[in-house]
């Protein structure tokens, strides 16, 4: 295993036009740039596989919040056109015996810092109550289009569980599977497909501890759309109060 150690170089780099990140430790092949806000997380690369050690303190993808709450590291590459992107999201993520927590890792799509999908693995507590499922959300301008529910799609917190986004001109449609099972449909966003877009690999933690989340078999391929069993028939297009 190759073990990559952010460097302290704090520098404003731009991935593609109207893209710029604040913290950048070079690139993964295959997967893209390393993006580490606050400086203290890792990434651990191996064979198919990319371990993101989240640091300490809290990381966010919550554009809502401001600037400060947009400091989950992650892994980008640019990508235009229409196209697929898939990742495995490896199982049994931590979940504290907290009153509240949340943990997860996934798919991201980005336009920029305030206009973003969100398909991830999330495992979420209150009050001792643990649910496990498929976080599905969008900002729109810092909005949140939906907060995600767990009983959109309820997951196995051991298993592995496959993320799937399909790009097709303005439509994102969102599948997710876990290992033997046929794919299921989380619902459709839309986006602005004249703007170029980047996709990859982040999550969220509530916790002050560190967290690893582990990926595997990140793909980008022509787009094309597979078939699902059923849906959540989740439509993400406009932010909360403006549906």
């Not at 917190?157 to 993320?163: G, K, Q, S």
């Not at 703007?195 to 990926?215: D, N």
Request: hydrophobic fraction near 35%; glycine fraction near 10%.
């Amino acid at each position: 295993m190759r073990r990559l150690l952010p460097v302290g170089l704090i520098a404003c780099l731009v991935l593609a036009e109207g893209f710029c990140t604040d913290a950048l430790y070079g690139t993964i092949a295959g997967w893209g740039h390393m993006i580490d806000p606050d400086g203290d997380s890792r990434f651990e690369v191996a064979a198919d596989q990319v371990t993101i050690v989240f640091g300490p303190g809290r990381d966010g993808l919550d554009a809502e919040g401001g600037p400060e709450k947009m400091n989950a590291p992650r892994v980008l590459r640019s990508q235009t056109g229409d196209f697929s992107v898939t990742t495995t999201v490896k199982g049994n993520l931590p979940l504290p015996e907290l009153p509240y927590a949340y943990i997860s890792g996934g798919l991201v799509l980005m336009q920029d810092d305030q206009n973003y999908i969100r398909l991830e693995r999330a495992n979420f507590i209150r009050d001792g109550k643990k649910s496990y499922y498929t976080n599905f959300e969008q900002r729109i301008d810092a909005k949140r289009t939906r907060m995600g529910r767990f009983v959109d799609y309820a997951l196995d917190a051991e298993r592995d569980v496959e993320l799937r986004l399909e790009v097709n001109g303005e439509k994102v449609r969102a599948l997710v599977r876990q290992a033997g099972e046929p794919w299921h449909e989380m619902g459709t966003a839309t986006i602005d497909a004249s703007q170029a877009q980047h996709v990859g690999i982040s999550g969220v933690k509530t916790i002050e501890e560190e967290v690893r989340v582990t990926f595997k078999d990140f793909q980008i391929e022509q787009a094309s759309n597979i078939d699902a069993a059923e849906s959540s028939k989740i439509k993400l297009s406009q932010p909360i109060g403006q549906n």
